[in-house]
Nanobody, 126 residues
Framework: QVQLVESGGGLVQAGGSLRLSCAAS????????MGWFRQAPGNRREFVAG????????SYADSAKGRFTISRDNATNTIFLHMNSLKLEDTAVYYC???????????????????WGQGTQVTVSS
């Protein structure tokens, strides 16, 4: 059974940092693009960052550029999201997912992704 488990969320003050992890099990995902999304209350789930199967190509939402870094360790089937300079508006539940459809190296469309984890809450306080 395919499973993604996110961890690393928590409460942090504005300007602080967190590192999120997403551990995949049930199959190897080294050949797949993977992504981080987030969803704040009342908002749609939005793309945050994506990383290609090789790890050489990454993509970020404008809100994440310069502050967040996505990485992956294919040996352990894990992806990470390093978040720096956190802002109040980064508060959300963060999800990882595997890209299952679409063309091109990267996709920001959540409909191209599947096997969503349960999410990890990130709360940024002032």
């Amino acid at each position: 059974q395919v499973q993604l488990v996110e961890s690393g969320g928590g409460l942090v003050q504005a300007g602080g940092s967190l590192r999120l992890s997403c551990a995949a099990s049930g199959r190897t995902f080294s050949g797949y693009t993977m992504g981080w999304f987030r969803q704040a209350p009342g908002n749609r789930r939005e793309f945050v960052a994506g990383i290609s199967a090789s790890g050489f190509d990454t993509s970020y939402a404008d809100s994440a550029k310069g502050r967040f870094t996505i990485s992956r360790d294919n040996a352990t089937n894990t992806i990470f999201l390093h978040m720096n300079s956190l802002k109040l508006e980064d508060t959300a539940v963060y999800y990882c997912a595997i890209r299952l459809r679409g063309v091109g190296i990267m996709s920001v469309d959540r409909r191209d992704y599947g096997y969503w984890g349960q999410g990890t809450q990130v709360t940024v306080s002032s």
